[in-house]
């Protein structure tokens, strides 16, 4: 189908989201490589580490899709409920699944075991093109209709040809810049701290906790070893106070933002730290080529939705690239018109979940008495009223807006 190309697509980035692509590409006739520059079994890899991954409803639908649902049962937990709650406000609200009229509103993952899974399959997959590690250092036009690719791996470089360039290569993607393509940062000033702690064994269960405090927000993840994932959002200028403290210290701090309601907290593991900032792409698309995932959206990990979002990108080019190769002879995967159409349907998404997870931070981060009152009074209206609470929940769980096949359960 490439014509002169040496490929339909190239996928520059094998983290959670390229990876993903990757596979769902892999169920069409398209001729693909996947290019990563960290093997996923290095300590370096910097995609699949201790981060707990909340995946929404939708995101598990588009894994079963992928055939990915197998490898992943024995390392998924099902999340039941969600309760959001501010430090030291009146008003809390319950996102229960059963109210959605289904059993779970989604999983969670620790992300290398997602990560293992994911190339797990990639290895299984022989008409996929793997060439990891190799990084892609260079891109240009080419006067055919390809893009040319520099592709350094193992002390040599390669020069490979393609139709289309997915760009997945995260957050501070040197391609995007390579590209041309600007993009908007933006500072929280938070580093969040994950890990994982023990709670009293009457509390274990299905429900993940989102704590709003005045100096950030707290996710407390169920775990299939009955241990919840703290992640712990802190003012960046007060995290490595934060990271030296001994566990009974630390634990401390983490006890007094989400009170009793998990009892006594107890057996800290190991600390990790992200600093936070919002990056957004400044446009999705150029020239034969389009930036998915974090290399699209670097989010706030609030509310869980970065990875989802990114499964979203997955599922939509999937689709659009799947329907062109069944119904066009000469495909060409990079042509304007395919580009222009990812980019109709991704932008509102990403818009939605830019403005929802932001507007959180802001929202909580401020701390006027108005604004505080209003909140509290807030979420507890929100318990109340089933259209607001249920628009959320179809946010949380991915079904907002138009929805791919993938994400439908549906067959690519
Ligand atoms: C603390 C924390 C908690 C989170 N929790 C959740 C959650 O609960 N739910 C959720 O949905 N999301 C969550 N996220 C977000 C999620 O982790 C990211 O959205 C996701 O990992 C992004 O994946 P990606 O593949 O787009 O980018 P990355 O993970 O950055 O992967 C990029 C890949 O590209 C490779 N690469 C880079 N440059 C090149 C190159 N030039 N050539 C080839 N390869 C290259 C890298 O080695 C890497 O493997 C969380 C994030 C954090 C920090």
């Given at each position: 189908m490439s014509g002169s190309c040496d490929y339909d697509v190239v996928v520059a980035g094998g983290g959670l989201v390229g990876g993903s692509l990757a596979v769902a590409l892999a169920q069409t006739d398209l001729r693909v490589a996947l290019i990563e520059a960290v093997p996923p079994d290095s300590a370096a890899q910097p995609s699949f580490d201790d981060r707990t991954i909340a995946l929404s409803h939708g995101s598990c639908k588009i894994l079963q899709q992928l055939g990915l649902w197998p490898l992943l049962r024995d390392s998924v937990f099902p999340v039941e409920r969600i309760h959001i709650s501010e430090q030291g406000r009146f008003g809390t609200a319950l996102i229960v699944a059963a109210e959605q009229g289904i059993a779970e509103l989604g999983y969670v993952i620790k992300g290398r075991e997602l990560g293992h899974a994911l190339w797990q399959k990639i290895g299984d997959l022989p008409t996929l093109d793997v060439i990891c590690p190799g990084t892609v250092t260079a891109t240009s036009q080419s006067v055919s209709s390809c893009r040319s690719l520099t592709v350094a791996t193992q002390g040599q470089e390669r020069r490979i040809e393609t139709q289309l360039l997915v760009v997945a290569d995260g957050a501070r993607s040197a391609l995007r810049a390579a590209l041309g393509v600007g993009a908007s940062r933006d500072d929280y000033e938070q580093t969040a701290i994950v890990a994982n702690v023990q709670v009293a064994k009457r509390y274990t269960g299905h429900t993940a906790y989102e704590r709003f405090t005045p100096d950030g927000p707290l996710a407390l993840l169920p775990g299939i070893d009955g241990r919840y994932t703290v992640v712990l959002a802190?003012?960046?200028?007060?995290?490595?106070?934060?990271?030296?403290?001994?566990?009974d210290n630390f634990l401390q701090v983490v006890q007094s933002c989400i009170g009793m309601r998990l009892g006594r907290l107890q057996k800290l593991g190991q600390r990790s730290s992200y600093p936070l900032e919002l990056v957004q792409t400044a446009a999705l698309t150029t020239s034969r080529a389009v930036m998915i995932g974090n290399a699209a959206h670097g989010l706030h990990p609030v509310a869980g939705q970065g990875f989802n979002l990114g499964l979203r990108d997955v599922a939509s080019l999937a689709e659009i690239l799947?329907?062109?190769?069944?119904?066009?002879?000469?495909?060409?995967?990079g042509a304007e018109s395919l580009l222009a159409e990812y980019a109709a349907w991704r932008d509102q998404d990403q818009r939605n979940v830019v403005r929802f997870t932001d507007g959180l931070i802001r929202l909580f981060g401020r701390k006027g008495r108005m604004l505080a009152a209003g909140r509290g009074l807030g979420l507890a209206a929100f318990d109340l009223f089933p259209a607001g609470k249920r628009e959320l929940a179809r946010q949380t769980m991915g079904l907002g807006g138009r929805v791919a096949r993938l994400a439908r359960g549906l067959p690519l």
């Open positions: 802190r003012p960046s200028d007060n995290a490595e106070a934060l990271l030296q403290l001994d566990d799947a329907d062109a190769a069944r119904s066009e002879h000469a495909l060409d995967a």
